[in-house]
């Protein structure tokens, strides 16, 4: 038990001899050291996750982890163990310690996120699949987006070409229908014959056919090449869209997004998300907190005087030194 109490004890950057001389003082600073030291480890769990999201390898993901709760529980230990008490009252105090406050609500929204990520995992996952695919969907429409333009303008000009060729033939069958009709009576004069006025119309009908004859003789080669181009160009698209890979969209920006959008469209899950920052806050903020709101005790007080005592220690020293040096120089002076 001892031991235990003398680990916490040195997890609160206490100086362990000072503190055994004030037993009064003991729970408090074997609370502030077990602070810190599962503030430690929420940070190794939390940052292992993170790892493991990013490497997928359970090795590494500990062996970061690990590394990672050192570094929080070494800078937690370096915030409370700076933080001494003054006479000059809380208000002091908190100005003095709003640096490590700071540094403290920092560490705390880093500590947080992956184990936030963990909790809504299920929510997280299914939110992914979503953007995924929408993902997915942003890369077909720009593939169509780049091939539209060209697609449009070939399918323009073999419209335009089969309308001069419809135009052409349209105007054929109409002469013609009108010099049949004068031909059989049933148009025209109105009379069963074949003369004069049979053999303009008749004329009319054969020029347009000619000139159908010469547009179609004009105009299907291009729409036959026109029709090439837009078979290879779909041929292109086809080929891109093909080439298109369903990548699995879950690193570790990719959840914290997913876990943005859902914040926003769930409310539960909006103030579910504010409340474990706020908690990790509390946490990482409580050894400071409780050092600012604990009274100035028997151990403050020793540590005061130790304090004290290497300083003025020293400067006798630094005052020691310079007298002798004073005396030796002073042959050499006079």
């Not at 890369?139 to 089969?162: K, P, V, Y």
């Not at 890979?245 to 579910?272: T, V």
Request: overall charge positive.
């Amino acid at each position: 038990m001892n031991t235990v109490k003398q680990f916490f004890w040195f997890c609160s950057g206490a100086n362990i001899s000072l503190l055994k001389r004030c037993p009064t003082e003991a729970s408090k600073f074997t609370g502030i050291g077990a602070t810190v030291f599962f503030t430690g480890i929420l940070a190794a769990l939390s940052g292992g996750y993170a790892f493991y999201t990013i490497f997928e390898n359970a090795w590494w993901s500990a062996a970061f982890g690990l590394l990672w709760g050192c570094i929080i529980f070494n800078l937690d230990r370096f915030i409370v163990s700076t933080m001494k008490k003054s006479r000059k009252g809380k208000g002091q105090e908190l100005l003095m310690a709003s640096p490590r406050i700071l540094l403290a609500v920092m560490l705390a929204i880093v500590i947080s996120k992956p184990l936030e990520l963990k909790i809504f995992s299920k929510e997280i996952d299914r939110k992914l699949v979503l953007l995924e695919e929408d993902i997915y969907q942003r890369e077909i429409a720009s593939i169509d987006q780049r091939f539209i333009d060209q697609t449009q303008l070939l399918q323009g000009q073999i419209a335009a070409l089969n309308a001069d060729i419809e135009a052409k033939r349209t105007k054929r069958d109409e002469l013609a229908t009108i010099a049949r009709q004068e031909a059989d009576g049933t148009g025209g004069s109105m009379k069963r014959n074949a003369g004069p006025i049979y053999q303009i119309k008749k004329a009319d009908a054969d020029q347009a056919q000619a000139e159908l004859n010469a547009s179609m003789q004009n105009n299907q080669p291009q729409i036959e090449r026109l029709q090439m181009e837009l078979a290879d160009l779909n041929k292109q698209k086809a080929t891109e869209l093909s080439a298109i890979k369903r990548n699995p969209w879950d690193g570790m920006a990719a959840q914290l997004e997913a876990l943005r959008q859902i914040s926003l469209e769930n409310r539960a899950i909006y103030f579910a998300n504010i409340f474990i920052i706020a908690l990790f806050i509390m946490l990482e903020c409580s050894p400071v907190i409780v050092k600012i709101m604990a009274a100035r005790g028997p151990y403050d007080e020793l540590l005061e005087v130790r304090e004290h005592f290497f300083k003025n220690h020293n400067l006798e020293k630094i005052a020691q030194m310079d007298y002798e040096t004073r005396e030796r120089l002073k042959p050499l002076l006079s």
